[in-house]
């Protein structure tokens, strides 16, 4: 597999929630991952990485990751949402999620993410994938991938 940083391998912490276990996961939802590229722009915002799978057809799963701010990863993920064929938020597993879960449902940011497709995978203590729900496809107009 390829995988590309626009970054220059600089180390973002973040980065880690794309594990092996995540992809392996993503791999059985969606196809061999083929290639992955970090940390680049796609219509000037910036995805922190794009997984290109394939069973079939190609297709390109934006990935966003953040350790806990639920509420900024979802607010991303809506803007980039619409580039992508698949769209996943990763993010750490808490204690806490269950509060958090019924935060993000009270003011409606759950259910944007069920409006637009996006699915959400959490990363717990011990680096293992586990998938909330999974992300439904989405056809789509590619714009090229830049730094």
Not at 49 to 70: H, M, S, T, W
């Amino acid at each position: 597999m390829y995988v590309s940083d626009h970054w220059g391998g600089r180390r973002v912490i973040e980065d880690e929630l794309l594990n092996q276990s995540v992809l392996a996961l993503i791999e059985g939802l969606h196809g061999k991952v083929e290639r992955i590229v970090k940390h680049c722009k796609v219509d000037g915002m910036e995805v922190d990485a794009i997984l290109f799978c394939r069973k079939v057809r190609e297709r390109r799963i934006g990935v966003e990751l953040k350790e806990y701010d639920y509420f900024k990863v979802i607010q991303q993920a809506v803007q980039r949402r619409r580039y992508f064929n698949y769209f996943y938020i990763i993010t750490r597993g808490s204690e806490l999620i269950g509060d958090s879960l019924r935060d993000l449902y009270r003011i409606g940011f759950l259910q944007s993410l069920f409006d637009r497709g996006i699915g959400w995978i959490i990363v717990d203590r011990d680096d293992k994938a586990w998938l909330l729900f999974s992300s439904t496809y989405l056809k789509c107009d590619f714009l090229s991938v830049g730094e």
